[in-house]
Structures are given as structure tokens and as C-alpha cells.
T-cell receptor, first 108, second 116 residues
Framework: GIQVEQSPPDLILQEGANSTLRCNFS?????LQWFHQNPWGQLINLFY???GTKQNGRLSATTVATERYSLLYISSSQTTDSGVYFC??????????FGTGTRLKVLA | GAVVSQHPSRVICKSGTSVKIECRSL??????MFWYRQFPKQSLMLMAT?????????EQGVEKDKFLINHASLTLSTLTVTSAHPEDSSFYIC????????????FGSGTQLSVL
């Protein structure tokens, strides 16, 4: 099946710093979403981005489907950005497969 | 955005009992619902996919007789963990797709199951 790897697995930032999270996938996909899982377990949609670039405030995402990767940019990080970031891909069998996740901790 | 309600948020039960978890789409009709399981510090693992009115499709390695899924309506899916054992303790999360954003996933808040 499709493999989805995220990097880095863990990231510690000082408040105000910028970061780039990467999602690599092994096969062509129909759709891709980025999620933030907060410390209480709730998953929040960040971007629905099968291709191209989108921005929402301090966050932006880019997916290059032909090269099988997606990037999530976090600028001017805040402590509330802490949590786990997942990319999830909609495979050809209409299943969303989750990546390995990046655990982010932003220090005040 | 679409709202998915999941409850209970936390349940503690004795070994051998059954536990039912409900997942409701509140403001859209969910053509497909997905059930995931997450162990501490790990990613979400898809357990099964359910479509309204039909049998769920289980992922390899997931016991369908242990994890009963019912998707009786376009707004409700239930997961019943039968004869729960301590190794079933985990965080269970449902998600739904449908409505205007048919391929986007929206998640419930999850259920932490602890089996004593």
C-alpha cells in the first residue's frame, strides 16, 4: 500500500521561529489534507491541498503531486501551535492514509 | 466547517464488557464514515470504512467480530468493542466525509477507552 512519511518526527522551536514540515508519499494520490492534533486529541483541518499552494494566516502549504511531496510552513510560531501535525492522503481505494506525524513543541 | 460529534469522550470498563461509541455528523449527511485507532505517540491507523446501509469494510488485521460497526443512517455510525480486553485500550476517532466537501475529512473529538 501507499507509504506516507513525515519529517522531522520531532521538532522543538522557540516562540517566533519559522518551520517547515514535510510529507513524502510513495504513490499518486487523489487528495491530501493537513491536520493539527491538539494535546487533547482533537484533529483540526488545516488545509485541503491536492496540489498547488494555499495560505491561511501564519500557515501555508504546498503540494507538488508530480514529485510526491507536500510541505507545511509555520511562520512566527506560537505556543498554541504545539501538538502533532499529520498529513493524510486519499488513496485510489478511497481511504485516507495518515502519515507518521511531526510532533511540535513551541517554547515560550 | 462540518461538525462531527463523538461520544463518549472517555470510558473506563471492566474486561469482558462491551462498549459502544457513537459518531454523528451534525450539519451534513455523511456518505462515508471512517474509524481510526491511535496508540500513544503513534499515528492514526484506519480500522474500517463504513457506508450508510451497507456492511463496513475492515482493514487487514482488524477483527470484524470484535469491532462491530453500524452505519444505519447518513448521520450516525457506531463502533462497538465487544468483550473488551486491556489490549483494546486506545484512543478511537471517527471521521466523516460528505456534504458539500465530499472528499474532505472531518473528525470527531475521539474516545479514550481504558479497559481494566
Amino acid at each position: 500500500g501507499i507509504q506516507v512519511e513525515q519529517s522531522p518526527p520531532d521538532l522543538i522551536l522557540q516562540e517566533g521561529a519559522n518551520s517547515t514540515l514535510r510529507c513524502n508519499f510513495s504513490d499518486s494520490v487523489n487528495n491530501l489534507q493537513w491536520f493539527h492534533q491538539n494535546p487533547w486529541g482533537q484533529l483540526i483541518n488545516l488545509f485541503y491541498i491536492p496540489s498547488g499552494t494555499k495560505q491561511n494566516g501564519r500557515l501555508s502549504a504546498t503540494t507538488v503531486a508530480t514529485e510526491r511531496y507536500s510541505l507545511l510552513y509555520i511562520s512566527s510560531s506560537q505556543t498554541t501551535d504545539s501538538g502533532v501535525y499529520f498529513c493524510a492522503l486519499l488513496s485510489g481505494t478511497y481511504k485516507y492514509i495518515f502519515g507518521t506525524g511531526t510532533r511540535l513543541k513551541v517554547l515560550a | 466547517g462540518a461538525v462531527v460529534s463523538q461520544h463518549p469522550s472517555r470510558v473506563i470498563c471492566k474486561s469482558g464488557t462491551s462498549v459502544k461509541i457513537e459518531c454523528r455528523s451534525l450539519d451534513f449527511q455523511a456518505t462515508t464514515m471512517f474509524w481510526y485507532r491511535q496508540f500513544p505517540k503513534q499515528s492514526l491507523m484506519l480500522m474500517a470504512t463504513s457506508n450508510e446501509g451497507s456492511k463496513a469494510t475492515y482493514e487487514q488485521g482488524v477483527e470484524k467480530d470484535k469491532f462491530l460497526i453500524n452505519h444505519a443512517s447518513l448521520t450516525l455510525s457506531t463502533l462497538t468493542v465487544t468483550s473488551a480486553h486491556p489490549e483494546d485500550s486506545s484512543f478511537y476517532i471517527c471521521s466523516a466525509s460528505g456534504g458539500a466537501s465530499n472528499e474532505k475529512l472531518f473528525f470527531g473529538s475521539g474516545t479514550q477507552l481504558s479497559v481494566l
